[in-house]
Every structure is written in structure tokens, then in C-alpha cells.
């Protein structure tokens, strides 16, 4: 028996997996005015096991495929300003991981750009070099 456990409830190997199905009566779709398209996520959730991410999953496909995003989708922007690297991500933490490690192996500084944002903040070798002192 398993501690704090009801004495009456099934075992771990008693359960049955296949009694619990998740009903989706409602698959989300995406659209894209460039290409006069609307597509149902099916596909995603089913065979990509995209689960909560299957919106992401497919704008990034989109953009990977088409050079631009579907509608509704505005990626945050991490722009080297001293070289041609820039990469598009659809949330902060990533965008800002890029921007951190970029200034930190190139001491460039990088201009970060939020979705519907009026201008950019900069993150630079000064924002990242580590201190260590010396024995």
C-alpha cells in the first residue's frame, strides 16, 4: 500500500490509460492574409504532439517556410549591432537569451525589439561580463 493512499483505489498497474481521452472539440486555427490561407492545428496536436505550443510550433514552421509570420503573430527581435546576426523568437526569455550570450562571446551589443514596441533595448558586454577576482 502506498502511503496517505485510499486503501479502495486502484494501484498504479491497475490503472487503465486508455479510460481518460482529452475531447478537443475545438482545433485552433491560424491564418495569413499573405498567403489567403487559414489552417485547422490538427496536424500539430496530433502528430507533432504539440500540445500547448502547437500555435508557436506552427508560426515558426510558417516563418521557416514563408519568410514571414502568420497573422497575429509579432516575434521579438534580437539584432546585432556590429554583425548580420539576428534571430526572431515569439517569446522574451529566448530573445533574451540570444541577446545575453551574443554580447557575451562577441562583446557586440544587441538591440532587442518586443512584439508592438516603440523602440529597442540594448544589451552590451557590459550588461553580461562576469567579475571574478583572483586569488
Known amino acids: 500500500m502506498y502511503p496517505n493512499d485510499d486503501p479502495d483505489s486502484p494501484r ?41 505550443r502547437a500555435v508557436e510550433q506552427f508560426a515558426l514552421d510558417h516563418h521557416r517556410h514563408t519568410g514571414h509570420f502568420p497573422d497575429d503573430v509579432t516575434p521579438w527581435i534580437a539584432s546585432c549591432q556590429h554583425c548580420p546576426a539576428e534571430e526572431q523568437y515569439l517569446s522574451e526569455r529566448p530573445a533574451v537569451r540570444f541577446a545575453r550570450t551574443h554580447a557575451r562571446h562577441t562583446r557586440h551589443t544587441v538591440a532587442l525589439d518586443a512584439p508592438e514596441s516603440a523602440g529597442s ?13 583572483r586569488d
Open 121 to 133: 533595448d540594448r544589451i552590451g558586454p557590459q550588461d553580461v561580463s562576469e567579475r571574478r577576482e
Open 12 to 52: 498504479p498497474e491497475e490503472w487503465d490509460v486508455h479510460e481518460t481521452h482529452v475531447n478537443l472539440d475545438v482545433v485552433p486555427t491560424v491564418s495569413c492574409s499573405k498567403c489567403g490561407q487559414e489552417w485547422e492545428l490538427a496536424y500539430e496536436l496530433d502528430e507533432l504532439h504539440a500540445g500547448n
